[in-house]
């Protein structure tokens, strides 16, 4: 079973920066023909779409993080990034990364997420 596993997160101040790492992992992966994305949840708000990665690298982003943060993939280690820079308190969340498996019609599979806090 293919599983997603986030690391990285933590307390920050505000302006610092951070890299969340996301390992896929399991039996019959093919990290290469998934699409890739990041999404967050604030306590006692709805989870948000952060930014997303194709199979064929295109990239795409929220209004509120465009310009700061990057998502990026090593399909060699079955890893997606999301670097994080200028962070704000309002950047305070539980963010999850996502899988969007062939045939590729929405996000199916979900980590368990990783705390990130922007103190000001």
């Known amino acids: 079973q293919v599983q997603l596993v986030e690391s990285g997160g933590g307390l920050v101040q505000a302006g610092g920066s951070l890299r969340l790492s996301c390992a896929a992992s399991?039996?019959?992966?093919?990290?290469?023909?998934?699409?890739m994305g990041w999404y967050r949840q604030a306590l006692g708000k709805q989870r948000e779409f952060v930014a997303a990665?194709?199979?064929?690298?295109?990239?795409a982003y929220a209004d509120s993080v465009k310009g700061r943060f990057t998502i990026s993939r090593d399909n060699a280690k079955n890893t997606v990034y999301l670097e994080m820079t200028s962070l704000k308190p309002e950047d305070t969340a539980v963010y999850y990364c996502?899988?969007?498996?062939?045939?590729?019609?929405?996000?199916?599979?979900w980590g368990q997420g990783t705390q990130v806090t922007v103190s000001s």
């Open positions: 990665l194709t199979r064929g690298g295109t990239t």
């Open positions: 996502a899988a969007d498996r062939p045939p590729l019609v929405g996000y199916d599979l």
């Open positions: 399991g039996k019959l992966l093919n990290f290469n023909a998934m699409a």
